[in-house]
Structures are given as structure tokens and as C-alpha cells.
């Protein structure tokens, strides 16, 4: 019996005691912990049961005489190729026609095995997403001194998962099948000592075992070489147009440039010093604007200690460039541009070469619909916003959420409430691709501001551009007055909470001292991006080894026993 049976046995004498209700309620506890139990011992049977399979494939392989794990062959007279370069090289074959001038030798994991007959055989090698088929004949590797009994024993030892080399001349047999006619045995690189499965849909399964989901699940690798691909597409824009690619700290004594709570860690070089990782690389790509790089930008990773949903993640990778002498119309005509050259290339690749992913609805027509949003909000609600300066504004925003019975955040500070009905009644009405614009000062304290004539409100010269309801793009002028920058920070300080601890940061108050040219700022989410155009709604399917939470259980230890089906 199980502790944890043992432990939550009810003692019978003590229910005999008590009430009907209560004993009953005992039972029903009693009847979740049998359960619990026999769950428990199933998974403990289970990765015994594993452990012993594993046992005995290894000492099978030994047996055989077989090197589990040698060294990758260096042998420069046998020319090697990657499947799917042996698939393109030798389309030109015609059936049953054979290229007896090239000897060549294929890497790959094998997808499948079949023996027909006593001297043949055939193996289906993966690589990268394309396959090759192997022909073994006997007969044709006999010269190798191996028996038909050596050769079907062989080819009964190959699993699926094995990572096999084999060697011989492309063929396209009678049925058109582009192959590899084998001339040597195939030779093992190293096993799979668990069972492979064909197929793995179980979401927490596939996240934990995520070296298997790829194997498996194409889509879920076909997700990862998109965000590759589109990656690659934004630096070749941005390198294009003349930007220089950096890389700035990601540890620092003040996180900054976000309005985020951040992580905390200690460094022994400095016991005594807090240390703090970036929530953004905004403040450190300034500086070097006023260093005299007047077009930078960055693809790097960024950490905010916030919760974790479905589209959010505490670890997540950005992309953001700055261009000196830029305004916000230069800006939003930029994006515009970019994001019509990912969307078309996106919907190439999934046409031609990842035909699991679905291509992206959206048809980026320029220029994108714009929301300003003061008087969307006002419009919607039949309420004027207070003067956003005035001392009780938040109090009467407050109100305003009263009249319209809407839910108060968490934090009642004015930014949070503005953020709130920004989500209640601007981001629904966002399906197609929107600017939001002209947001309240007190939401872009890194932003330059003025004074909106249509609304009298001060406003930030600032762009949210949404798809699907969906933030993907944040764009402004960067405030670049000293004083302007300080009195920015100051008002911040005021809506503290425990997600916004903003300071004044002194050292990039004296940067700005040293002039920063008018400059245009830009900022991305690589993984929300890649939610659009892959069509996934959960974050952790574009991130290799998902979200936080299933990147700690990943340390928690234990085997995960992946089901064959």
C-alpha cells in the first residue's frame, strides 16, 4: 500500500461515531483517496516497466556487438548530403533508374522499418522534415560478409528514433520512389532506448517532452522554423534601411524602461548591491542614439515578474529600433511597411514549405485604420474624460466606471484605469490591422507629449498598432528634454504599485543632458507576433520549451512516461 493510501485511510471507529453526513462525507474522501492511490502506483508500475525496457534494449545492442554511440564518421572519399538536398539533386531520376557513378552516404533518425522477405528491407530516414527511403538488398551488400540471418537480424534491432547513417547510390525504384539504393549495412549512430511514439497530443505530455513533440508533431516544429524565418526577415529590413544591430546589458542596477515590475538577483561580485534584469532595452539603445548611432536596434530577451496567461510570459524576446531625426508618421509608415513584407512572406512559407501552418487572414492594406483614443473611449461611453492633469481626475474616472458598471482593476491608479477601458472598448473593435493613437501623457512617460487641439487634453506622440484584439507594435517620439524627462518621472511616482515601481533614473536624466537628437522609438513582441502569423493562441506554442511554468516543472525531477499510439 501506498503512503499516501496509508495516510489518508479514514479511521472507521470514528465515523461509527459521528452523523450520517459526516461519515458519508469520509466515504467520498475516503473513495478521491483510493483513487489517488491507484494512480500513483499505475505511474510508479509505469516508469518501472520503462526502466526495465530500457534495460533490456541496451543489453540487446551490446549483445549485438554494435558501438551504441561512436564517433561520426570522418571519412573524406564518402561524399555526404542532407536529405533534403539529396531530395532536390536527384529529382531527375526516372523510374527505376539508378546513378551508379555517385557513392554517397544519408544521415537521419529512422521514421520507419520493414523487412519483406529474407533479403529485403527497407528504411525511412528523417531529417529535418524530409524523408529518404533506404533499399536494402542483401544480395547487393553480401560482399560485406553478411549473412541473410546477420541482415534480418540487423534490420529487427533498428527501431524507430534509432539515428542510422546509410550508404549507397540514389535510385528511383519502378513505383517512383526516390531512394537510396544501400551498398554497406546501415550503420548506427545511436539509439532510441525509448519506445518512439507516432502520434502525442496530450498538451502537457507534448510541453514537457518537447524533444518528442517536435519529432512528432510537425506543426510544432514548423512553428519555430517560421519564427526563424521571420526574424531573419525583420533584421534584413532594418539592416536594409541602415539600422546597426547591438546588444545591451541585461543585468543592471535599475531595470527601466518599462512601467513593469522586475526580477530581482544578486550578484557575489557586488553582495551588497541590488541587481535587477531588464524590462526593456529602451533606455541603454538611447544612450548610444546620443553616442552617435542614429539608426540602432535589438532582438534580444526581456524579463517582467508579472503572471503568466496565455498570451503573456515573464521571459519574452523583443525587438526594438531607434533612428534619430524621426517622427511618429515616419514611424507608423515604417511598421506599415515592414508588416506588409511579413505578412506576404509568412503566407509564401506556409504555402510552399510549412504546409501544417495555416496562412494568416489578415490582408495588411495600407494605410491602417486608426483609433484615437480619448475620443473613441468618450464616444463609446457618452462620458467626457475629466482634465487628465486635474487632481481629482482619477477619482472622477473612477465614477466614470461606476456609471457604466464596468470592473475596477486591481491597482485603482489613473494609468490602470485608462489601460482597463483602452480593453473594454478599444482593442475588441481592433480584428483588422488598427493604430490607437494619442494616448493620455500619464500611459508614456518615455514619450514626448502636447496638447491635442480637438480634445484639450495632453496626449503623447505614441501608436499602439493591434491585430486580432492583440497589441504587436509600440511606437513614439522619445522625450528628449532633461527637464520634460524628470517631471515625467516624478508623476509616475505617483501611481506606484506593486507592478509600477518607478524612480527617477539620474544617470539617464544626465544622458539626455547631453542632447538627444529629435528620435523615433519602436518596439515589438517577437512571440505575440509569432502567435498571429503561425495562427496559434497560446504563447507557449511559439516559445521552444513554453512558458515558465513549464519550464520549472521541467526541474521538478521524475520521468515522464511518453505513451506510444
Not at 553478411?146 to 528511383?172: A, C, E, M, W
Not at 539592416?239 to 538577483?265: K, W
Not at 503623447?460 to 491585430?467: D, Q
Request: glycine letters at 6%; charged letters at 25%; proline letters at 6%.
Amino acid at each position: 500500500m501506498s503512503s499516501l493510501h496509508q495516510c489518508l485511510r479514514p479511521p472507521v471507529r470514528l465515523c461509527r461515531r459521528r452523523t450520517a453526513s459526516a461519515a458519508t462525507s469520509y466515504l467520498r474522501f475516503y473513495s478521491v483517496a483510493r483513487a489517488l492511490a491507484k494512480e500513483e502506483a499505475h505511474a510508479n508500475n509505469q516508469t518501472a516497466n520503462t526502466d526495465e525496457s530500457l534495460r533490456t534494449r541496451r543489453e540487446a545492442l551490446l549483445r549485438s556487438g554494435q558501438e551504441l554511440y561512436p564517433r561520426f564518421p570522418k571519412d573524406p572519399a564518402i561524399k555526404t548530403m542532407s536529405c533534403k538536398n539529396f531530395r532536390g539533386r536527384f529529382d531527375f531520376l526516372s523510374s527505376d533508374q539508378t546513378s551508379t557513378d555517385v557513392d554517397l552516404m544519408l544521415h537521419g533518425r529512422v521514421k520507419s522499418v520493414r523487412i519483406s522477405g529474407s533479403g529485403l528491407a527497407f528504411i525511412d530516414l528523417i531529417q529535418d522534415g524530409h524523408s529518404v527511403q533506404g533499399v536494402c538488398v542483401q544480395g547487393r551488400i553480401a560482399h560485406s560478409g553478411t549473412s541473410v540471418t546477420q541482415f534480418r537480424d540487423l534490420f529487427r534491432r533498428i527501431r524507430r528514433g534509432d539515428n542510422y547513417s546509410i550508404r549507397g547510390k540514389p535510385h528511383r525504384t519502378a513505383r517512383g520512389q526516390l531512394s537510396l539504393l544501400v551498398t554497406e549495412l546501415p550503420q548506427l549512430q545511436s539509439p532510441c532506448l525509448q519506445e518512439f511514439p507516432t502520434v502525442l497530443e496530450d498538451p502537457e505530455t507534448r510541453i514537457r517532452n518537447r524533444h518528442v513533440d517536435f519529432q512528432v508533431n510537425q506543426r510544432a516544429a514548423q512553428i519555430l522554423q517560421l519564427r526563424s524565418e521571420m526574424i531573419a526577415k525583420i533584421r534584413d529590413f532594418l539592416r536594409a534601411s541602415g539600422y546597426v544591430e547591438v546588444q545591451t546589458p541585461i543585468l543592471a542596477n535599475l531595470a527601466g524602461g518599462a512601467v513593469a515590475r522586475p526580477f530581482e538577483t544578486k550578484a557575489i561580485e557586488f553582495p551588497d548591491r541590488h541587481i535587477e534584469l531588464r524590462t526593456a532595452p529602451e533606455l541603454w539603445l538611447k544612450r548610444l542614439v546620443l553616442g552617435g548611432f542614429e539608426k540602432i536596434f535589438e532582438i534580444g530577451p526581456c524579463f517582467r515578474n508579472e503572471g503568466l496567461d496565455k498570451t503573456h510570459n515573464p521571459e519574452f524576446t523583443t525587438c526594438e529600433f531607434y533612428a534619430a531625426y524621426s517622427n511618429l508618421e515616419k514611424l507608423i509608415g515604417r511598421s506599415e511597411r515592414l508588416f506588409t513584407d511579413l505578412f506576404k512572406h509568412s503566407n509564401h512559407l506556409i504555402q510552399t514549405r510549412l504546409s501544417s501552418l495555416s496562412p494568416c487572414e489578415f490582408d495588411p492594406v495600407t494605410p491602417f485604420r486608426r483609433l484615437d483614443f480619448i475620443k473613441e473611449i468618450e464616444s463609446a461611453m457618452d462620458l467626457k474624460f475629466p482634465d487628465f492633469r486635474s487632481p481629482n481626475a482619477e477619482a472622477e474616472v473612477v465614477n466614470m466606471f461606476h456609471q457604466r458598471n464596468i470592473r475596477l482593476p486591481s491597482s485603482i491608479r489613473l494609468p490602470r484605469l485608462l489601460d482597463r477601458l483602452s480593453s473594454e472598448y478599444l482593442e475588441p473593435l481592433c480584428t483588422s490591422p488598427t493604430w490607437i493613437v494619442h494616448h493620455p501623457e500619464c500611459l508614456s512617460p518615455l514619450s514626448k507629449s502636447f496638447i491635442d487641439p480637438t480634445t484639450g487634453q495632453r496626449v503623447s506622440a505614441r501608436a499602439e498598432l493591434f491585430i486580432a484584439g492583440k497589441e504587436v507594435v509600440n511606437t513614439y517620439e522619445e522625450e528628449n528634454s532633461p527637464f520634460e524627462q524628470r517631471r515625467k518621472f516624478k508623476e509616475q511616482i505617483k501611481y506606484r504599485d506593486d507592478e509600477n515601481r518607478t524612480d527617477i533614473d539620474e544617470s539617464y536624466i544626465e544622458a539626455l543632458e547631453w542632447g538627444l537628437p529629435p528620435t523615433g522609438g519602436w518596439g515589438c513582441g517577437i512571440d505575440r507576433l509569432m502567435m498571429l502569423l503561425s495562427g496559434t493562441d497560446r504563447i507557449n506554442e511559439v516559445l521552444p520549451f513554453g512558458n515558465l511554468r513549464n519550464v520549472v516543472a521541467l526541474g521538478n525531477g521524475g520521468r515522464d512516461v511518453v505513451k506510444n499510439r
